[in-house]
């Protein structure tokens, strides 16, 4: 520990040394994995499972997490990519459980892990060494374990959601209290402790590496009817993205929609010329009803609408 945090442990009023628990050195480690199949139910009581992914550093017990749509290689990849910028550099290792988009082979019966290729060149990139888990033996990845109890919590923190950029909210607020609460294995909070280790990390590789590892998204802009196109199909997104640009990537058959790298909404590609959630809500209060007297003209117009194809 360094002099500018030990400074920090001062004796109790009855002369006791406060002593903190620290497996791992400043700097040294973080831990990933990925919470599956989270519930999370929509304001019309539909129900979604979705990915938390999250990064916890050794020390300082500090969270990165955040939704992910799937747990293919590229989804991963951009996670870990974004969360080291997040955190402002690097960890020396990476302690990683046995997810098949990074591992090819697990370890057992005293075998090295065989690493995806791609991401021992991504390790490479990044000046990481990584660590896979032995299967079944969760305790020696004990810190991301326990906190993935936490995204649970997206599931009855405040009931339903609007949809899943509804639900990134929630889960920043959840990250936030957890990263400002008392952590068990140090008696601090891991923001305090964070401020210490982030001068411990290591720098971040220059740009054109880092570029490598985004999600390859093509910018649209969102347009007033609060729709994006795609093979000249149109497809809703929340009404709040209106008029800005929004980041799309078509994977198993299914349209992602990203802001601020983060995903918003997703929809089944379909032939219908529109696509419209209806917790998105673009419908006016009579089209909600589909029986004969619905109009059809405000449909008829919007299907009409030329926007940006492939």
């Known amino acids: ?21 620290f497996e791992t050195e400043s700097g040294k480690q973080a831990q990933f994995d990925l919470k599956e199949k989270v519930p999370i139910i929509d304001t019309l009581g539909n129900k979604t499972t979705v990915h938390v992914a999250t990064l916890t550093l050794g020390f300082s017990r500090f969270n990165v997490r955040k939704i992910v749509p799937d747990t293919s290689y590229e989804t991963v990849i951009s996670f870990l990519a974004s969360s080291f910028e997040e955190i402002g550099g690097i960890p020396k290792e990476l302690v990683i459980d046995n997810i098949k988009c990074l591992v090819d082979q697990p370890r057992r019966n005293g075998n090295e892990a065989k690493l995806n290729v791609k991401f021992m060149q991504f390790a490479k990139d990044y000046n990481l060494e990584i660590f896979p888990c032995i299967p079944g033996r969760p305790q020696t990845k004990g810190k991301t374990e326990t906190q993935n109890k936490v995204p649970a919590q997206l599931k009855n923190y405040g009931g339903t959601y609007q949809d899943v950029h509804d639900a990134h909210r929630i889960l920043e607020i959840i990250n936030n209290e957890d990263n400002e609460s008392i952590s068990q294995g140090t008696n601090l909070p891991p923001v305090f402790l964070f401020k210490y280790e982030k001068e411990k990390l290591q720098p971040l590789p220059n740009q054109e590496i880092r570029a ?41 058959n299914k349209l992602q929609v990203y802001y601020n790298s983060k995903i918003i909404t ?40 030329a926007y940006d194809n492939d």
Do not use: W
Not at 4 to 20: A, T
Not at 231 to 251: A, E, H, L
Not at 266 to 292: A, G, M
């Open 1 to 21: 520990m360094d002099d500018k945090l030990s400074k920090l442990f001062h004796k109790s009023k009855k002369g006791d040394v406060f002593i903190r628990r």
């Open 212 to 252: 490598n590892y985004y999600l390859k998204l093509k910018e649209v802009v969102v347009s007033n009817e609060s729709l994006i196109s795609y093979k000249s199909n149109k497809y809703s997104v929340p009404k709040q993205f209106i008029g800005k640009k929004v980041g799309r990537i078509i994977k198993n």
């Open 266 to 305: 997703n929809h089944q590609i379909t032939n219908k010329k529109l696509n419209i959630k209806e917790n998105h809500n673009l419908f006016y209060e009579k089209q909600l009803r589909p029986d004969k007297n619905t109009p059809t003209i405000i449909l008829e117009e919007m299907e009409a609408i």
